[in-house]
């Protein structure tokens, strides 16, 4: 079953790993991402030429976004790229199609550096300028986009450390010739320029590695999560003394005065602290820069359970499991077809030792995203179109599938934790069937990893007389109440 590079490329998993690379799935994107900060506190100076680069690059987007209004034309050109997809990183909603970074990134950085960012370049607080303080701001710029544009902008060397690896272990019917576009910028004549590669080549389009030391999972090293959940302590101790009061004179005529209030309201007031003192950002850059030998064995530990995961687990998934019983050769309705497919894995979870696939040093995974991850990735080889976190109108669902107008299905795939999972159950998936057109019931899947989470899914299906619904399906990925490993 082909679901991993070395699958399809027929190359050892173990030389993709000694070469330093990442054995991406090329059915779907993993949840990985290009950490800009770990190529500037590499000591790789390969690594660090890249960052300066990078830097580079911003400046003088910054030198044009202040030099007055600029053609939408060259806009375009300058700030808006394309996804990478060929490295198949990152979150889509299908296969490895994202967005990339259209017109909205473009006019949220142009209008970032020629405002609350004009010192870009030049900070004197920093070590070093970092492309992603841009998503430090909360308008327009996320994790995701300082991920694209990163990879967008070490594509030069991410097409040469793939083709090193081709040439060297793959053979001539395995790669082609590729013209890349857009891989090096020529400041002479201010343009992108396009080059040649030989790269692995599948399915009418080339594949590109990413190093695993410049990848982590969540978040970027340098993130808004962070800067919200510590701005009240950096304000406390800015060395600038006028600043520090200004700054937490303002906080506390903002903040939230009752003890009771909510996450949400205490953030709402931070982030209006960053819009008006943008410069504390500064200060927690240069917190993150002092703290940065915990960055590379942080994002080490994320990739290795990435690895653990969606590479080593859904492989032992698919071909212990799945594979020997048929799994891949059922056919019939979609709605026949995700239901079986999810008894299947049920069977598999409580009775064959699948629960542990779920399990990472002991710990149960609970978290929706991944497990969505896992169970798209089993659906390979199936006549059905399987959509990923759809909307159809009025709201996101986990999993549409679908043969045409005439047959559809959808799916949820929750965990009995949630604390949404009742009003979920009573509302959401009918709202989806109408919105939809869905021509069969809605699945509800529910993983459970415990007594207490049975329990409560329990007393939700009978306040809501689903009891013995046959479109709601549990799975128990307790582990301890199976059979040995020896036994399983």
């Known amino acids: 079953m082909n679901i991993f590079?070395?699958?399809?490329?027929?190359?050892?998993?173990?030389?993709?790993?000694?070469?330093?690379?990442?054995?991406?799935?090329?059915?779907?994107?993993?949840?990985?991402?290009?950490?800009?900060?770990?190529?500037?506190?590499?000591?790789?100076?390969?690594?660090?030429?890249?960052?300066?680069?990078?830097?580079?690059?911003?400046?003088?987007?910054?030198?044009?976004?202040?030099?007055?209004?600029?053609?939408?034309?060259?806009?375009?050109?300058?700030?808006?790229?394309?996804e990478v997809k060929q490295n198949w990183l990152g979150f889509s909603v299908k296969g490895n199609k994202g967005h990339g970074l259209g017109k909205d990134f473009a006019k949220a950085l142009n209008r970032n550096l020629n405002s609350v960012f004009r010192n870009f370049g030049e900070e004197t607080i920093t070590r070093s300028s970092h492309l992603e303080k841009l998503c430090l701001i909360r308008e327009g710029v996320g994790r995701d986009n300082i991920s694209d544009f990163t990879t967008n902008l070490i594509k030069h060397f991410l097409a040469t450390y793939t083709q090193e690896f081709a040439l060297n272990n793959l053979s001539k019917n395995q790669i082609n010739s590729i013209r890349v576009n857009k891989v090096k910028f020529n400041y002479d004549t201010r343009t992108w320029m396009s080059a040649t590669f030989w790269l692995p080549y599948i399915n009418g389009n080339y594949v590109l590695f990413t190093p695993k030391d410049i990848l982590t999972k969540d978040e970027s090293w340098i993130n808004r999560p962070e800067l919200l959940a510590r701005f009240q302590d950096i304000a406390r101790g800015l060395p600038n003394e006028v600043l520090r009061a200004q700054v937490n004179e303002y906080l506390l005529r903002i903040l939230p005065t009752n003890p009771k209030a909510i996450k949400k309201d205490i953030e709402a007031a931070i982030s209006l602290a960053i819009d008006k003192f943008p410069e504390v950002i500064d200060y927690y850059i240069r917190i993150k820069e002092e703290e940065g030998d915990k960055a590379t064995s942080i994002a080490e530990e994320r990739v290795a359970e990435v690895k653990a995961l969606f590479v080593e687990q859904i492989n032992q998934l698919v071909n212990e499991y799945l594979k020997p019983i048929g799994f891949y050769k059922n056919s019939g309705n979609t709605y026949s077809e995700a239901k079986e497919r999810v008894f299947f894995l049920k069977d598999v979870i409580e009775n064959k030792g699948g629960h542990r696939l779920f399990y990472v040093n002991g710990k149960p995974l609970e978290r929706e995203a991944d497990l969505q991850i896992l169970y798209r990735l089993t659906w390979f080889s199936t006549p059905s179109d399987v959509s990923r976190e759809v909307n159809d109108g009025r709201g996101h669902v986990d999993y549409k599938v679908s043969r045409g107008s005439a047959d559809k299905t959808l799916v949820e795939f929750k965990l009995a934790k949630n604390p949404k999972l009742e009003k979920n159950l009573a509302k959401q998936c009918e709202i989806y069937e109408n919105s939809s057109n869905s021509t069969h019931p809605s699945l509800k899947v529910i993983l459970y990893f415990s007594e207490h989470e049975l329990a409560k899914v329990n007393r939700i299906l009978e306040r809501l007389k689903l009891k013995d619904s046959p479109d709601i399906i549990l799975i128990d990925a307790r582990d301890n109440n199976k059979p040995s490993g020896s036994k399983a």
């Open 5 to 82: 590079f070395s699958d399809f490329f027929n190359v050892s998993p173990a030389l993709i790993d000694e070469y330093g690379a990442f054995n991406i799935s090329l059915i779907n994107d993993l949840p990985l991402f290009v950490d800009p900060f770990l190529l500037f506190n590499s000591e790789n100076p390969t690594y660090q030429q890249l960052h300066k680069d990078i830097i580079c690059y911003m400046r003088f987007l910054k030198e044009m976004s202040l030099s007055g209004a600029i053609n939408p034309c060259l806009v375009e050109a300058w700030f808006t790229f394309p």
